[in-house]
């Protein structure tokens, strides 16, 4: 076991955890990404935590897709929308991180609070609604980024009632992807047709639509693996058919899945107040 890493976590739960957890959790969540957009300026620091937290070893390596990864851990998407932390990521040693959702447009997200903490099921109500800054502004952040960690883009239907039917919302996927692709960003692209929180709800989750929206986006020409991001809560003949419109347009392979819109008491020991919207 590396000393540092296991420091850094005992300290991180007999400590900072605890006093986190007395704090909003969005605003806890801004500031750590805060601290690593300032500490992300620093060579020094970079190295540094290169050196406490990065491994490497051959055995680790995989190529999916024709995209070789450094090991298999990753850090998904939501976790950095507006691609803040390009800078520092690299330096922790995920073998890929996914950046976003990002949309055609930017969006200031649902009304707070949109995030809810469940200490004993260990886990947090997410109702951001794919807030982000829009395509346009954070391409240029994308650019920024180190040749050594691969690079994820996930991309959503704006939310707006702009985007409700499925012509508007197929059409603002392509052009997402487009700008995405003419700028040459990312090392794979991640269509995510299952965010609960958006207006509109999940439109592109039958075999239908999602044929729909696979077509249009075949003629963008994406130079990059594409993947489709499914929701979790389907019945299996329903998942089987959206595997196969999947394989029927070549797509690269599939992420399951997004946040669970169901609230088992199995699962679930904590109480959830009856206005607390989200997966």
């Known amino acids: 076991m590396r000393l540092i890493p296991y420091v850094i976590g005992v300290l991180y739960?007999?400590?900072?955890?605890?006093?986190?957890?007395?704090?909003?959790?969005?605003g806890v969540h801004d500031a750590i990404t805060a601290l690593g957009v300032f500490l992300g300026r620093f060579l020094f620091v970079r190295q540094m935590t290169r050196w406490a937290f990065a491994y490497q070893d051959p055995r680790l390596k995989q190529i999916i897709a024709g995209v070789p990864f450094l090991n298999p851990i990753g850090l998904s998407a939501g976790?950095?929308?507006?691609?803040?932390?390009?800078?520092?990521?690299?330096?922790?040693?995920?073998?890929?991180?996914?950046?976003?959702?990002?949309?055609?447009?930017?969006?200031?997200?649902?009304?707070?609070?949109?995030?809810?903490?469940?200490?004993?099921?260990?886990?947090?109500?997410?109702?951001?609604?794919?807030?982000?800054?829009?395509?346009?502004?954070i391409i240029p952040r994308l650019r920024a980024h180190a040749d050594d960690m691969v690079v994820g883009i996930s991309i959503a239907k704006t939310n707006s009632i702009k985007t409700a039917t499925l012509e508007k919302g197929v059409e603002d996927y392509a052009q997402c992807l487009q700008a995405v692709r003419d700028a040459g960003v990312g090392d794979y692209y991640t269509l995510n047709v299952s965010c609960p929180n958006a207006f509109g709800g999940e439109p592109f989750t039958t075999k239908e639509t999602l044929t729909m929206l696979l077509e249009r986006v075949q003629t963008v020409h994406a130079t990059k693996p594409i993947f489709v991001k499914l929701p979790i809560n389907l019945a299996m003949d329903d998942l089987d058919g959206l595997?196969?419109?999947?394989?029927?347009?070549?797509?690269?392979?599939?992420?399951?899945?997004?946040?669970?819109?169901?609230?088992?008491?199995g699962l679930i020991h904590d109480p959830i107040a009856h206005k607390a919207k989200g997966g």
Do not use: W
């Open 13 to 26: 739960r007999a400590i900072a955890k605890p006093i986190c957890f007395r704090f909003d959790p969005e």
């Open 79 to 137: 976790f950095d929308k507006n691609v803040k932390l390009i800078s520092l990521l690299p330096s922790i040693g995920f073998g890929a991180t996914e950046f976003g959702s990002i949309t055609l447009k930017p969006y200031g997200g649902n009304p707070k609070p949109r995030l809810v903490r469940l200490p004993k099921s260990k886990g947090i109500v997410v109702n951001y609604g794919l807030m982000n800054d829009g395509v346009e502004a």
């Open 243 to 265: 595997l196969r419109v999947c394989v029927q347009f070549c797509v690269a392979g599939v992420i399951i899945g997004n946040l669970t819109k169901v609230r088992d008491p």
